[in-house]
Every structure is written in C-alpha cells, then in structure tokens.
C-alpha cells in the first residue's frame, strides 16, 4: 500500500507541476525579448490577461490587452507599446 500511496503522491506533484507551468503566468524571458500589447492576432497571444486565462486565447486581432514577445526594441517598429494600452 506505500508503493501505491508513493506513486499517487508523485503522479499528483506532476499533475500540479504542468499545472503551474501553463497557468498562464508571463513566459520566461532571457531580456532579448519584449511584450508588445496591441500587436497580437486572435488566438495568438502570448499570455493571460483580465478577459482570459491562457496564451491562444484572444478574441479578437490587435487587442490592447494582449501582448506578443518580439526582439527587444521591435515592438514600436510594428505598432505596439511596451505597456499595456
């Protein structure tokens, strides 16, 4: 009965691990890249925002509330904003 207590308990940590891992929580950024709000096309979003919880799910092209990862100092060239609009 351990060994099956053992492997629910580490099967529950992956479950909840993955969980974390697409919470929707801002992608992981090594400072080459920036947000660029106002420049995503539906359902192609990078993050979460007040309207939804995941990546891939904006409604509608150009949201100000969703934002793209681009090379850093690229955003304004596209018409984005670093900052949400």
């Avoid at 992608?27 to 890249?33: C, I, Q, R």
């Avoid at 979003?45 to 509608?60: F, I, P, T």
């Avoid at 092209?61 to 690229?74: E, R, S, Y």
Wanted: proline share 4%.
């Amino acid at each position: 009965m351990s060994s099956n207590k053992t492997l629910i308990a580490t099967a529950l940590s992956a479950v909840i691990a993955i969980g974390a891992m697409s919470s929707g929580q801002a992608l992981a950024n090594d400072g080459s890249k920036d947000q660029c709000f106002g420049i995503a096309k539906a359902g192609q979003n990078d993050c979460k925002n007040a309207a939804h919880a995941c990546a891939g799910q904006a409604k509608v092209d150009n949201d100000p509330a969703d934002f793209k990862l681009v090379p850093t100092g690229t955003c304004q060239q596209m018409g984005g904003q670093t900052k949400p609009m």
